[in-house]
């Protein structure tokens, strides 16, 4: 697996040197914990590692913990990744990237079934909204959708074990915000907002397709098309 494509470090918190600029001692543990920062997430967090004199300083403190800012979507997404590779480095992204790689066919469902049922175009992207109301209406309109929502909430990553369109549903988006790829920014509504980390898995993916050959991208695609014919 490529330096650029290194899974984010789920580390115990440091905490910054005096050396690091007041108020990103916050930002570095996000980063630190394995988490995923964009404008979605953590708008003044992106905006401060956008800035190159706040990016260096944060580089040159986790430098000094063998720790390094990786990126994805183009510099619009930061993780954590390993400076240097050693075994023991190697070994933890290694067992990373195997759970990234056994929660993809279950995402990758996901990701078809709102596309498909949303009528979009373009798959679902950072800062994209999703309204669960009106999503879940469209499913349970057309039986096709409500049997891949169906399948796809009983996979082990989601974990449904009920038969009904509005347990399933709530449940695979739940357990999305748990997991970092959507977040709900008001919980008096049923709005739902897309992260960075679904862009860090586009590049997974991508990363997959020319390495192992699987073609996820196409088939996904193929699915679409075939669907909106």
Same mark, same amino acid.
């Given at each position: 697996?490529?330096?650029?494509m ?9 905490a910054?040197s ?10 570095? #543990? ?9 404008r979605?997430?953590? #708008? ?26 990786s990126s994805?979507a #183009? ?11 050693? #075994?023991?480095e190697k ?30 175009d373009?798959? *679902?992207?950072?800062g ?5 109301t ?22 082990r ?14 449940? =695979? ?7 970092g790829?959507? =977040? ?6 049923q709005i739902?907002?897309?992260t ?10 991508r ?6 050959g *699987? ?11 075939r669907? *909106? =014919?």
């Open positions: 697996m490529s330096e650029s290194q899974s984010p470090l789920s580390s115990k918190s440091v910054p005096e050396t690091t600029l007041v108020g990103t001692g916050m930002l570095i #543990e996000q980063l630190l914990r394995g988490e995923f920062i964009c979605t997430t953590n #708008e003044d967090g992106w905006r401060a590692l956008k800035s190159p004199h706040t990016f260096e300083k944060i580089e040159q403190y986790l430098n000094q913990i063998n720790r390094t800012i994805a #183009e510099g619009d997404v930061f993780f954590c990744g390993y400076q240097q590779l050693g #075994e023991q070994k933890v992204i290694s067992s990373q990237f195997k759970d990234i790689c056994s929660a993809l066919v279950p995402l990758v469902e996901w990701l078809v079934l709102v596309q498909e049922s949303s009528g979009q373009a798959p *679902l992207s950072e994209a909204p999703i309204r669960l009106e999503l879940q209406a469209r499913i349970e309109d057309t039986p096709a959708f409500m049997e891949q929502l169906a399948k796809l909430s009983h996979y990553l989601f974990g449904s074990t009920s038969h009904n369109v509005d347990n399933q549903i709530k449940l =695979v988006f739940k357990r999305l915000v748990e997991l790829y959507l =977040v709900k920014p008001n919980s008096e509504k739902y907002i897309a960075g980390k679904l862009d860090y898995l586009y590049e997974v993916i990363f997959i397709d020319e390495t192992e *699987l073609s996820l991208e196409a088939q996904a695609e193929t699915a679409t098309q669907d *909106l =014919v």
